[in-house]
């Protein structure tokens, strides 16, 4: 079993879509897969999914009112399972030690070709543990600068993290580390490679340890709403930070651009593969779900990551001119002239900001008449 977390640096990158649709992609494409929602304290992957919100989820097993086995349940979907999170139990963002073993422990022995573990954003210990569980996890990210610097640093996070889990308490690269933790502002301008370098000295036994674990952490990225092919780019700064300042490589698994399907999809409560399955969107799922597959039969060694930049670039390029085709298939129908268009669009983006003025309004009279209600 291949087990696949779904990470991101902040929340509103497409992470939950992404999980839920590659786990339907793995399942048509024949594999058994278990999705499992661990955005603790937010969890809404049933929506994504078209599923009601289960009684047993997570939270359900860790509190002992559920056995494992019976938070697993059916899906609409061809192979696809799903655990439910569970956002209604106080404290469950922040699970105990106890807790987050048992639940790994568990989720090693699900039956399944895949599963893929949805987590919350941002570095949490509980969230940077549940990453490691696969040398491969996965992180969304977007081209914009917040997102992007969140997205290496929770990269930097998992890296001491792991480190944090080599160097056990009593060893000299422990005390070593610990001494550095004292002054922060070292910690923050800390290379990796060197700090492993003056750890090696003091205690190569576990220097080796960290360095062989580093060798097999090959975390994969994927560049979400993008809007055009330069942004696919971004991805590189992401790379070369990783390289520099952490001694990592990082995969690029894909790009996807933005496009109001999705919100559209979800509306429907359906996943954008099933949703529309000819859009720019479904096959750029697809593509990634290929790669996933194909990895099945790799060694990593046998993997070149210069060469998954470069067809994600590529990827980047297509996927527009696919979009832009659209844009001129409308054109070229002598449907619409260029200033047509661009004034149909415009008298649609009127009517939107209407409609939402509307809304708002309607949304304040209830407001007030409620509280009218209750006074009366």
């Known amino acids: 079993m291949q087990i696949i977390p779904v990470a991101s640096g902040k929340g509103g990158v497409g992470k939950s879509l992404l999980s839920a649709n590659l786990a339907i992609a793995l399942g048509q494409a024949g594999k058994k897969v278990v999705l499992a929602d661990l955005d603790l304290g937010a969890s809404n992957l049933h929506l994504v999914i ?3 919100s289960p009684k047993k989820g997570i939270g359900t097993f860790l509190t002992g009112e559920s056995k494992f ?3 697993i349940s059916p899906t609409d979907y061809k192979n696809v399972s799903f655990i439910a999170g569970d956002s209604e ?15 790994i422990k568990k989720f090693h022995s699900v039956d399944a070709d895949y599963l893929i573990v949805d987590l919350g954003a941002g570095t949490h210990l509980t969230i940077l543990d549940l990453f490691l569980l696969s040398p491969q996890g996965i992180i969304v990210t977007a081209p914009t600068v917040t997102a992007t610097l969140n997205g290496y640093l ?11 889990a080599t160097f056990k308490k009593g060893s000299k690269a422990f005390a070593y580390l610990n001494k550095l933790r004292a002054d922060s502002a070292s910690m ?5 490679p ?4 003056a750890i090696a000295a003091v205690d190569p036994e576990n220097a080796k340890k960290f360095s062989d674990k580093m060798q097999t ?27 520099t300042y952490l001694g990592l490589d990082v995969e690029h698994l894909g790009v996807m651009y933005r496009d109001s399907l999705q919100d559209k999809a979800l509306a429907s409560r359906m996943p ?9 969107l479904t096959q750029a799922i697809y593509r990634i779900t290929e790669k996933i597959l194909q990895s099945e039969t790799l060694e990593f060694d046998d993997v070149d990551i210069n060469d998954t930049y470069d067809i994600a670039a590529e990827e980047a390029s297509d996927d527009f001119t696919a979009k832009i085709t659209v844009v001129e298939d409308i054109l070229g129908s002598g449907t619409f002239t260029v200033g047509e268009l661009a004034e149909t669009i415009k008298t649609q983006q009127y009517e939107i900001n209407q409609l939402r003025n509307e809304n708002t309004l309607l949304k304040s009279k209830l407001v007030q008449a409620s509280k009218l209600g209750f006074k009366l």
């Open 217 to 243: 952490f090959r975390p994969r990225l994927i560049m979400n709403m993008i809007d055009e092919p330069k942004d696919a780019d971004k991805a590189l700064k992401i790379r070369r930070s990783c390289q």
């Open 50 to 52: 078209g599923q009601n």
């Open 194 to 197: 060197k700090l492993i370098e």
């Open 272 to 280: 954008v593969v099933t949703y529309k399955k000819n859009s720019v």
């Open 188 to 192: 923050q301008r800390l290379y990796v």
């Open 154 to 164: 929770f990269l930097k996070n998992a890296v001491f993290r792991l480190m944090s």
């Open 69 to 71: 086995e019976e938070i």
């Open 89 to 103: 139990i106080p404290g469950l963002s922040a699970l105990k030690v106890a807790q987050k073993n048992a639940l």
